[in-house]
């Protein structure tokens, strides 16, 4: 069989690739519901960032159009001096096992001011 170099060089391009996907997917820690809050429980963004790298999507929390007025006429907030909240919500995929065998599907922690404050498991999205 005769092989040209372009097609020794997209052969070894894909060897080398396929090689790269498979480290980075054997180095993905799966992690036990209570190994993964143990880890996670209260630690700030940059701990999520440096363990477990991006998440597969992040939402911002948003105040509901009208809440100012509504919380206005039931009296709340008219001496509300409290400091600005930031709530994030980051989602990873295929984290966390459950029963000593089964995944999953989703992660999703709640960020309150950059650091964890709520952790849910779920598999119905």
């Known amino acids: 069989m005769h ?4 097609h020794f060089l997209k052969l070894l391009l894909s060897i080398a690739i396929l090689s790269a996907l498979n480290v980075s997917a054997a180095d993905k820690k799966i992690y036990s ?6 880890t996670f429980g209260g630690k700030t963004q940059k ?4 363990k477990l790298g991006k998440p597969f999507k992040k939402e911002m929390s948003v105040k509901p159009s009208g809440a100012s007025s509504f919380m206005a ?9 409290s400091k600005h909240v930031k709530i994030e919500m980051w989602y990873y995929k295929n984290l966390v096992t459950y029963d000593g065998k089964r995944t999953y ?4 922690v709640t960020f309150v001011n950059s650091r964890a404050g709520n952790i849910a498991f779920f598999n119905n999205r």
């Open 3 to 6: 092989m040209t170099l372009k």
């Open 33 to 38: 519901e209570i190994e993964f809050l143990d």
């Open 47 to 50: 701990v999520f960032m440096d």
């Open 73 to 81: 006429r039931t009296g709340a907030g008219k001496e509300d001096k």
């Open 105 to 108: 599907k989703e992660t999703e």
